[in-house]
């Protein structure tokens, strides 16, 4: 697997994982620590495995609590999958990481403030362009289209 391969399937994970275990992707990724790089380093093995296999390693590596964080429940229209909001956190991470080690950049992003915007399915965020999605986050905030 290529990086972008490796990320995007760390991304879709971290996203399979929050939304099983409800917590918010920020707190995931400090519930995973030094596991995110493992997730990215071996991605290229753990996508051999069912993903439901994978995130119940994790969890149970990690000892993820269930949190009550549920923005696919309480969403009033067709939430995205798992794989496509994975999609969408890859091209975030690789427009707007100036890390060295793309791990870096999987934790900045993730524990910034556009992730919990983006995973509001309710707003149009999810759905902007990529270019927009990485001016917001260079910019600290959403701007005016």
Not at 8 to 37: M, P
Not at 126 to 139: D, G, V
Request: aromatic share 14%; with cysteine.
């Amino acid at each position: 697997m290529n990086s972008d391969n490796k990320l995007f399937y760390a991304c879709s994970l971290i996203e399979y994982i929050g939304r099983v275990t409800k917590n918010k992707r920020s707190d995931l990724i400090g519930f995973l620590g030094d596991d995110v790089r493992r997730i990215y380093s071996h991605a290229d093995v753990f996508h051999c495995e069912p993903i439901e296999k994978v995130a119940d390693d994790f969890i149970e590596r990690n000892s993820i609590t269930q949190g009550d964080y549920d923005n696919v429940g309480t969403e009033r229209y067709e939430v995205p999958g798992y794989w496509d909001v994975g999609k969408v956190f890859e091209r975030l991470i690789e427009d707007v990481s100036d890390e060295p080690d793309m791990v870096d950049g999987i934790r900045k992003v993730y524990s910034s403030w556009i992730a919990d915007r983006i995973l509001n399915f309710n707003s149009d965020l999810y759905y902007q362009p990529r270019t927009y999605l990485a001016e917001c986050y260079r910019t600290g905030e959403v701007i005016d289209a």
